[in-house]
């Protein structure tokens, strides 16, 4: 099958339609019709259809010459959120590291290369680091991310954590851990986040570490019995 082809079920003008929905983001909260046209790479007659379409299903409204995403866009993260058990599991054992480490606390989990946030629970202090649920980053650039990709593979299980100190642009250490399934898989990881100017990557590691790997050890047992191996099949040998 050529690299461009698709399946014979792909419906394209849906695939274009979620194509104008993430068209929309933090750098452009707000765009005409001729920039949606540009940014998806469609016909202006297109792009007029496709938003108008989602202006009638309330995901779209119209604000003079532009165009805005509405809060029902939630309801389409939301469907995934609440059908994952990791989030609830893990919120507790957050909300104790944040009270022992009062720094920010954060579960990600893996969509390609891209680092999504599926809970967080913020210190209570000012100007605390935290991120947002369903916060996006490019996982090389993110401590929780390369945690995740180096243990991707069998081959790479190296990094029991890993800390990335702050550049001055940003003035961020984050201190991440990655949660395994039963198998060993690496299937979510936990960060803390906490300003440079506050914790020192040495401080960080000294006295930070202990609680997030504890927190992370919880967060697995717990995991564990909620996803029981299933009952091996009589005579056959469990490997593990």
């Known amino acids: 099958m050529p690299v461009n082809a698709r ?3 792909f419906v394209r003008s ?9 068209a929309f983001d933090a750098e452009h909260p707000a765009r005409t019709l001729s920039e949606v046209a540009r940014a998806c ?7 007029r259809r496709l ?5 009638d299903l309330g995901y779209v409204r119209a604000d003079g010459r532009l165009f805005r995403l509405t809060p029902r866009v939630l309801e389409l993260g939301h469907a995934y959120l609440s059908g994952l058990d990791l989030p609830r599991l893990a919120v507790p054992y957050l909300e104790q590291l944040v009270a022992l480490a009062g720094e920010s606390a954060a579960l990600f989990v893996l969509d390609s290369d891209v680092a999504v946030c599926v809970a967080q629970v913020p210190a209570r202090r000012v ?3 935290a991120v947002t649920v369903g916060a996006r980053f490019p996982a090389r650039g993110t401590a929780v991310g390369r945690v995740l990709l180096s243990l991707r593979t069998e081959a790479e299980r190296a ?10 642009e940003d003035g961020v250490t984050t201190l991440a851990a ?7 898989r690496a299937v979510a990881g936990v960060s803390l986040a906490m300003h440079s100017g506050r914790t020192s990557a040495v401080a960080a590691r000294r006295d930070l570490l202990p609680h997030l790997l504890t927190a992370v050890v919880r967060i697995e047992a717990d ?8 009952d091996a099949p009589p005579g056959s040998a469990t490997h593990r």
């Open 7 to 9: 399946a014979p079920h």
């Open 14 to 22: 849906f695939e274009r339609g979620l194509v104008v929905i993430r």
């Open 41 to 47: 790479d469609l016909t202006r007659a297109a792009a």
């Open 51 to 55: 938003l108008l379409t989602l202006a």
């Open 127 to 129: 100007m605390a680091a």
């Open 159 to 168: 990094e029991a954590y890993v800390l990335l100190d702050g550049d001055p």
């Open 178 to 184: 990655p949660v395994r399934d039963r198998s060993g």
């Open 223 to 230: 995991l564990r019995i909620t996803d029981p191996v299933p």
